[in-house]
């Protein structure tokens, strides 16, 4: 029974598509399917869906086509409860880090905690000792205990995108989605942010899909990767099986090259 439980799929996406004003088709026909406890990389060039995919995911937008399973729900076309269900059981980190900067640490990880509790609860900031404790357990998996009352605009790039985390992992998510969680940050940030997120997809089983920019941490940290040009998955495999020249066909330009680059002078 709980092996079954372990090796269960969590996501399904089915011949999804999502055309914007009914003119740009950022996907078409996408099916993946995710094991719960997968660390996914999502990689290709920009404009070719990577950012539609996850928002389809946690239905920040609609597919315009296809059906969309999590965790063995049709997820596709919920609405109120059954969609805060979706957003609640899927944490986001973005590369903005999307944090409330005027707030303190504590407070946005708290927020976390919004799609747990009545509307009325939520609007006066009433959280409970066990989820105030939680919060703090939290930022101390993170390593930021000591910034807890610290305004998030007086923390570094790595320290808000661990609030970020914090957040997400406030919100008891199944899934953490992340879109482009290290773009922003200098090289030794953006390490300390992966090996976080593979940790705590290790250690807690949180399944995690990331889109990232950077072939050579995708392929550093992930088992799977997904390839998408111009709204295709147009590989999706192991890793160890991504060769110099699938890669770039993803990439379909030079920057598939620079990267490639980069890649064979590291690891
Ligand atoms: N809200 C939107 N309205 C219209 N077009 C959009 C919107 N968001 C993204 N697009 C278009 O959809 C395509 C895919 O974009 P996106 O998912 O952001 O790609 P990526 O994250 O891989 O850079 C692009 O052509 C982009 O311009
Ligand atoms: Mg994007």
């Known amino acids: 029974?709980?092996?079954?439980?372990?090796?269960?799929?969590?996501?399904?996406?089915?011949?999804?598509?999502?055309?914007?004003?009914?003119?740009?088709?950022?996907?078409?026909?996408?099916?993946?399917?995710?094991?719960?406890?997968?660390?996914?990389?999502?990689?290709?060039?920009?404009?070719?869906?990577?950012?539609?995919?996850?928002?389809?995911?946690?239905?920040?937008?609609?597919?315009?086509?296809?059906?969309?399973?999590?965790?063995?729900?049709?997820?596709?076309?919920?609405?109120?409860?059954?969609?805060?269900?979706?957003?609640t059981r899927t944490g986001m980190i973005?590369?903005?880090?999307?944090?409330?900067?005027?707030?303190?640490?504590?407070?946005?990880?708290?927020?976390?905690?919004?799609?747990?509790?009545?509307?009325?609860s939520g609007v006066v900031g009433y959280y409970t000792e066990a989820e105030k404790e939680q919060a703090f357990e939290i930022l101390d998996r993170l390593g930021l205990a000591d910034q807890a009352y610290k305004r998030c605009d007086e923390l570094s790039g790595g320290q808000m995108q661990r609030v970020g985390i914090a957040r997400a992992l406030m919100q008891e998510p199944r899934l953490i989605l992340c879109d482009?969680?290290?773009?922003?940050?200098?090289?030794?940030?953006?390490?300390?942010?992966?090996?976080?997120?593979?940790?705590?997809?290790?250690?807690?089983?949180?399944?995690?899909?990331?889109n990232l920019h950077q072939v050579d941490v995708a392929l550093k940290y992930s088992e799977r990767v997904i390839g998408i040009t111009a709204g295709c998955v147009v590989y999706d495999g192991l890793t160890e099986n991504l060769d110099k020249k699938k890669i770039h066909e993803i990439y379909q330009s030079e920057e598939g090259q620079l990267i490639i680059d980069v890649d064979e002078g590291g690891k």
């Open 1 to 87: 029974m709980d092996q079954e439980k372990q090796n269960s799929t969590i996501l399904t996406l089915k011949k999804v598509g999502k055309t914007y004003d009914n003119t740009v088709h950022a996907l078409q026909d996408v099916n993946i399917s995710v094991e719960e406890g997968e660390f996914v990389s999502v990689i290709g060039p920009s404009g070719a869906g990577k950012s539609t995919l996850l928002r389809c995911i946690n239905r920040l937008v609609d597919a315009t086509e296809g059906e969309i399973l999590f965790d063995g729900r049709d997820i596709t076309h919920v609405t109120g409860k059954d969609l805060r269900w979706v957003r």
């Open 94 to 120: 973005f590369q903005h880090y999307n944090l409330v900067n005027r707030l303190s640490v504590i407070e946005n990880v708290l927020h976390g905690r919004l799609g747990h509790k009545s509307t009325l």
């Open 180 to 210: 482009e969680p290290i773009a922003s940050l200098d090289p030794s940030s953006a390490r300390v942010i992966m090996d976080y997120l593979k940790a705590i997809n290790e250690t807690m089983r949180i399944t995690c899909i990331l």
